[in-house]
């Protein structure tokens, strides 16, 4: 989720490549998190979709990826979106205010007073999202609870009392992106500082386009699930976790530099590019500033490809662009506001990658994704 908050820090570390393969074949620690595909522009009411057909209008794809987390004494869960563009782990109180109309109830609510082991720590919490929603709370600790009874004690979270969003957050970035001037260990550093995983690390597989689902697989990587060798990326000085793309391919067979730094962000719904970097690949795909076309231009058996230090990863036309009706096609690659905003490849990129972060060493496996339903999970080898 791509987000301007206060006191944001920008990452500072070098970029570089190596191709690289699993070392070893061990039995790692790790913790498995599904999570359901929601419609959030025709489904907020709470319920996941329960299917994605031609009958749902998906046009946008403006969708979340919800898991389900329990919280405090008595056990209280709720859904949020699971986030690879922001750090921390945020849901509204029972007592939210909702802004702006939006039904920030709808996935759960988390009540502090029923929870024994619920702790305010009284840091305040004054978030700005980039779409204009504002998020408002404090910090505090509880414990977390896992579907085997498994505690994670006093996970340090934001309770919203003032919220914009539909739903809570799951944020599993970098502990340099929270939105708070002191540090903590936040969900992939607390898993691993509990011993539950031996990697601040974390697998991405959203699952075929169709699919309901998809998981999140912390302290492991299963190579049954993507194409080839996992290209090894150093994260990329910059404020969202993410790396360098080197160039794109058209179908035509010709190359483009783009020499760019792109977050890898689940909360963002599709590949959003500054103008300067934008507007020229717009132009090559025959479609406007506002994303249009004519979908009789489209020839949806092809393919566009982003080409990074070691891998290259092809997004089809049937992905890339979405039927408005009346001959209109509508690409799901956006202009940002300004060459300040930053660059984000959300699902329309992730849906057709493999991604799996290490927050440890600071490195980023990409691979093409394989929709298999084999597994074999390896531990983090680098």
């Given at each position: 989720?791509?987000?301007?908050?206060i006191?944001?820090?920008?990452?500072t570390?070098?970029?570089s490549?190596?191709?690289?393969?699993?070392?070893?074949k061990r039995?790692?620690?790790?913790?498995?998190?599904?999570?359901?595909?929601?419609?959030?522009?025709?489904?907020?009411t709470?319920?996941?979709?329960?299917?994605?057909?031609?009958?749902?209008q998906?046009?946008?794809?403006?969708?979340?990826?919800?898991?389900?987390?329990?919280?405090?004494?008595?056990?209280?869960?709720?859904?949020?979106?699971?986030?690879?563009?922001?750090?921390?782990?945020w849901?509204?109180?029972?007592?939210?205010?909702?802004?702006?109309?939006?039904?920030?109830?709808?996935?759960?609510?988390?009540?502090?007073?029923?929870?024994?082991?619920?702790?305010?720590?009284?840091?305040?919490?004054?978030?700005?999202?980039?779409?204009?929603?504002?998020?408002?709370?404090?910090?505090?600790?509880?414990?977390?609870?896992?579907?085997?009874?498994?505690?994670?004690?006093?996970?340090?979270?934001?309770?919203?009392t003032?919220?914009?969003?539909y739903?809570?957050?799951?944020?599993i970035?970098?502990?340099?992106?929270?939105d708070t001037?002191?540090?903590?260990?936040?969900?992939?550093?607390?898993?691993?500082?509990?011993?539950?995983?031996?990697?601040?690390?974390?697998s991405l597989?959203?699952?075929?386009p169709?699919?309901q689902?998809?998981?999140?697989l912390?302290g492991?990587?299963?190579?049954?699930?993507?194409?080839?060798?996992?290209?090894?990326?150093?994260?990329?000085n910059?404020?969202?976790?993410?790396v360098?793309?080197?160039?794109?391919?058209?179908?035509?067979?010709t190359?483009?530099?783009?020499?760019i730094?792109?977050a890898?962000?689940?909360?963002?719904?599709?590949?959003g590019l500054?103008?300067?970097?934008?507007r020229p690949i717009?132009?090559?795909?025959?479609?406007d500033d506002?994303?249009?076309?004519?979908?009789?231009?489209?020839?949806?058996?092809?393919?566009?490809?982003?080409?990074?230090?070691?891998?290259s990863?092809?997004?089809p036309y049937?992905?890339?662009?979405?039927?408005?009706?009346?001959?209109m096609?509508?690409?799901?690659?956006?202009?940002?506001?300004?060459?300040n905003?930053?660059?984000?490849f959300?699902?329309?990129?992730?849906?057709?990658?493999?991604?799996?972060?290490?927050?440890?060493?600071?490195?980023?496996?990409l691979?093409?994704?394989?929709?298999a339903?084999?597994s074999?999970?390896?531990?983090?080898?680098?």
């Amino acid at each position: 989720m791509k987000y301007s908050v206060i006191n944001l820090l920008v990452q500072t570390v070098v970029a570089s490549v190596a191709l690289a393969a699993p070392l070893e074949k061990r039995a790692p620690k790790t913790l498995n998190l599904s999570f359901d595909v929601v419609l959030t522009n025709n489904n907020d009411t709470g319920v996941p979709v329960q299917s994605r057909d031609e009958t749902i209008q998906i046009q946008y794809r403006d969708l979340q990826y919800k898991t389900q987390i329990t919280m405090g004494s008595n056990k209280q869960s709720l859904y949020v979106a699971l986030d690879t563009g922001s750090s921390n782990l945020w849901f509204p109180s029972t007592h939210v205010t909702c802004e702006n109309g939006v039904s920030c109830k709808s996935y759960g609510t988390f009540n502090e007073k029923t929870s024994t082991t619920y702790k305010n720590l009284s840091i305040p919490i004054y978030a700005n999202y980039v779409d204009g929603s504002n998020a408002f709370g404090y910090y505090a600790t509880d414990d977390y609870y896992f579907a085997d009874g498994t505690k994670l004690p006093n996970l340090q979270f934001g309770l919203i009392t003032q919220d914009g969003k539909y739903s809570g957050l799951l944020g599993i970035g970098l502990e340099k992106q929270e939105d708070t001037p002191q540090k903590y260990p936040n969900f992939p550093f607390a898993l691993k500082n509990a011993g539950i995983i031996d990697h601040a690390a974390y697998s991405l597989y959203l699952n075929k386009p169709d699919a309901q689902s998809g998981n999140i697989l912390f302290g492991g990587v299963d190579t049954a699930k993507y194409d080839g060798d996992l290209t090894i990326l150093d994260v990329a000085n910059y404020p969202w976790v993410g790396v360098q793309v080197q160039s794109y391919t058209l179908p035509d067979g010709t190359t483009h530099e783009l020499q760019i730094n792109a977050a890898l962000d689940s909360g963002t719904t599709y590949i959003g590019l500054i103008p300067s970097v934008g507007r020229p690949i717009l132009d090559a795909l025959g479609v406007d500033d506002s994303g249009y076309t004519y979908c009789d231009s489209v020839n949806f058996d092809d393919h566009l490809t982003f080409n990074f230090d070691g891998v290259s990863i092809k997004i089809p036309y049937t992905l890339l662009f979405t039927d408005q009706g009346y001959n209109m096609c509508r690409s799901r690659i956006f202009l940002e506001d300004n060459d300040n905003s930053g660059n984000f490849f959300g699902d329309t990129f992730l849906q057709n990658a493999y991604v799996a972060y290490n927050l440890d060493t600071l490195k980023i496996g990409l691979a093409q994704a394989n929709y298999a339903t084999a597994s074999n999970v390896v531990d983090f080898w680098f």
